[in-house]
């Protein structure tokens, strides 16, 4: 593997990557938001609900409220996470905020290292730039984002990528290089500053490998690749150098987990996420239906089988039932840290879900900060 400079003048390091479990948790618990948007309600309601999120995050010790880069679906409010991000840091004061992740392929790398420089003098200290390779939609929608009319898909081009985009955040091209005169602002070029971690994210051994190579955190996207977990895992542990930015490996796994005051209430809940997903997997995206909807579609048998495989690897159910599951996938995996997205219908019932775990392990409630 050829240097792509990933690790390369990374600052942060270990304190700025590695969460402190909270009340009787096993590892750091963290949120992945998604912004979903159900049936009778707008991308606005999804935002505030972000907002309501990441605050009762923070008051609970969740360690990093994270959002993902999605086009093109009707069901998901986040095509722009710099934007939320903003929006997250100015009602939060502790709680580390991230990408998870961008999708670097859709942007020229000096517009990521301005906006994120930018988040980072928003909220310094407290911003993570999770990076992932794929186009998080459709191919067309890939090629009318990038504005190229077509899609160059090579894997080898991601490093190359992640290396220019690393330069740029730490403003040290080398002399005669073509960009060697070009500054993201904020940045470097202004004096002294502190700059986000990069993370790689992925669903496949890919950026796992190129994660452990260069000594960087990995986030692996269980809640939609569950399968691919343990091997992605191993990999990056095998490959693992340690470098500035780690002295050891650091893997969180996205997990779908949803609690709810009753199991009826949970299933319900998640059958909506299902059916959500189902219409997107075969061509038939839109907003995410009611439970009642979901209750009464009439699933083929090819359908059912689809949705029921889904909804196994999500863990639900009470309070104590999702702990159960949480604590078993921990353990099972050896995650470092478990980053949980509460997909439903509701707004209301993804708040409900992660302030219900937080009391089940017993996390401490936190005095929120006054903001400016």
Not at 88 to 94: D, E, N
Not at 187 to 210: E, H, K
Not at 221 to 231: D, I, K, M, R, V
């Amino acid at each position: 593997m050829s240097d792509t400079g990933g690790a390369h003048g990374q600052h942060g390091g270990n304190g700025d990557i590695r969460g402190a479990a909270q009340g009787r948790a096993t590892v750091p618990l963290s949120v992945l938001d998604l912004v979903t948007v159900g049936a009778g309600s707008t991308a606005h309601d999804s935002l505030r609900t972000s907002v309501a999120i990441a605050r009762l995050a923070e008051s609970r010790g969740y360690h990093r409220h994270w959002v993902a880069e999605h086009h093109s679906m009707p069901g998901v409010a986040s095509s722009s996470p710099a934007v939320i991000l903003a929006h997250l840091a100015a009602h939060t004061s502790r709680i580390r905020l991230g990408s998870g992740g961008v999708l670097l392929p859709n942007h020229a790398p000096l517009a990521i290292a301005e906006q994120f420089g930018t988040l980072e003098a928003l909220a310094p200290g407290r911003i993570d730039l999770g990076l992932g390779r794929a186009p998080g939609t459709d191919g067309r929608t890939a090629a009318a984002l990038r504005g190229t009319g077509r899609l160059d898909e090579s894997a080898d081009d991601f490093p190359r990528q992640l290396m220019e985009l690393t330069r740029f955040l730490d403003d040290d091209f080398p002399d005669g290089h073509p960009y060697a005169r070009v500054h993201a602002v904020p940045g470097p070029v202004q004096g002294p500053a502190g700059r986000p971690p990069l993370w790689l994210l992925g669903s496949s051994g890919f950026s796992a490998r190129l994660a452990g190579e260069l000594g960087l955190p990995f986030a692996y996207a269980h809640h939609f690749s569950a399968a691919g977990t343990l091997p992605a895992l191993d990999l990056y542990r095998q490959s693992f150098r340690p470098s500035a930015v780690l002295d050891a490996p650091y893997a969180v796994i996205g997990v779908s987990a949803l609690a709810a005051d009753t199991d009826a209430e949970a299933r319900a809940q998640v059958l909506t996420g299902a059916l959500s997903m189902l219409r997107l997997r075969t061509g038939r995206p839109g907003l995410v239906p009611t439970p009642q909807e979901a209750a009464a579609y009439p699933f083929s048998p090819a359908e059912r089988e689809f949705v029921d495989g889904w909804l196994a690897n999500i863990v639900h159910g009470t309070p104590d039932e999702v702990r159960t599951g949480l604590d078993d996938l921990a353990k099972r995996t050896g995650a470092d840290e478990l980053m949980l997205t509460a997909n439903a219908h509701s707004g209301a019932a993804r708040l409900r879900s992660y302030e219900l775990v937080a009391d089940a392990y017993g996390m401490p409630v936190q005095p929120l900060a006054e903001r400016p």
